[in-house]
């Protein structure tokens, strides 16, 4: 019943997502992985096992763009324009402190580079170099309170009809060592259309988990409020929220 309900939501995925659709539903990408999250494998490889690292030259030259334009809103381009000064990333919810960051702050903060694969749901994967901070770290600073369960990011970007994007993890993977709040790409800073200034990168799981974009981060105990009540925004469309490789 579990596998029926996961291949219903998987096979529903494959045409949504992006421009590509379900062209590559044969593909042997897709096939993977699909086959790979079902069951077990979503506690033994998505939460405790670590996402394969690569090497530089591993990298490929050029990283897909991919999902929602690019907010083109006069706030986001003032943020363009101003190189993202009056950037503030709100945390709050079930925080014991909650702030917010400017992007220097975060930038001052200790900072991890990954060489990950970027595998979307659609079949395509792309290596790149993310460097950042770790979402566990930043979860440090502003200290989770006994409520606290989901970790939910909130986005710039729409989907045409004024429908924000969201994310959310829980604790576990929020707290993963290579769950990242990304500043930069191949060794630049993050460009607009990749998510700049900050965005999500989360390589054990699914493409669509990797928010862009984050304006706001919340600490929930509950996601059953939050839009469609089922975690995020591809989530509410049918996907599944867990979307472990
Ligand atoms: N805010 C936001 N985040 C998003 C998306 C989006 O549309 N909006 N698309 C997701 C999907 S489906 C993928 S595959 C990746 C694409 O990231 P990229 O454009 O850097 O390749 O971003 C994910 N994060
Ligand atoms: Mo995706």
């Known amino acids: ?4 309900l996961f291949l219903a939501s998987a096979a529903s995925a494959l045409a949504g997502c992006g421009p590509i659709g379900s062209a590559l ?4 990408n897709v096939r993977r992985i699909l086959a790979s999250a079902e069951g077990l494998n979503h506690f033994l490889i998505g939460t405790r096992g670590l996402a394969r690292e690569y090497r530089d030259n591993d990298v490929d030259r050029h990283f897909r763009v991919n999902g929602f334009a690019t907010p083109s809103d006069t706030r986001y381009a003032d943020l363009v324009a ?3 000064a009056p950037y503030r990333l709100i945390v709050e919810g079930a925080v014991e402190r909650p ?7 975060l930038q001052r903060m200790p900072q991890q580079t990954q060489i990950t694969r970027h595998d979307c749901v659609e079949g395509w994967s792309v290596i790149g170099k993310w460097s950042g901070v770790r979402l566990g770290g930043l979860l440090d600073v502003v200290g989770l309170r006994n409520d606290a369960r989901y970790v939910v990011f909130r986005c710039m970007d729409n989907d045409g009809s004024g ?3 969201y994310e959310s993890l829980d604790l576990h993977q929020a707290r993963h060592p290579q ?5 930069r790409l191949n060794d630049a800073p993050l460009d607009p259309d990749h998510g700049a200034p900050v965005r999500l990168r989360v390589p054990t799981q699914l493409g669509y988990k990797s928010a862009k974009w984050i304006a706001r981060i919340e600490v929930v105990g509950s996601f059953a409020t939050i839009a469609g009540g089922h975690g995020g925004y591809w ?3 049918g996907y599944e929220w867990y979307a472990g490789i």
């Open 179 to 183: 769950a990242l709040l990304a500043l």
């Open 82 to 84: 101003r190189n993202f």
């Open 235 to 237: 989530e509410d469309q």
């Open 163 to 165: 429908n924000l994007y």
């Open 99 to 105: 702030q917010t960051f400017s992007l220097a702050q």
């Open 1 to 4: 019943m579990r596998r029926r």
């Open 25 to 28: 539903n044969n593909n042997d």
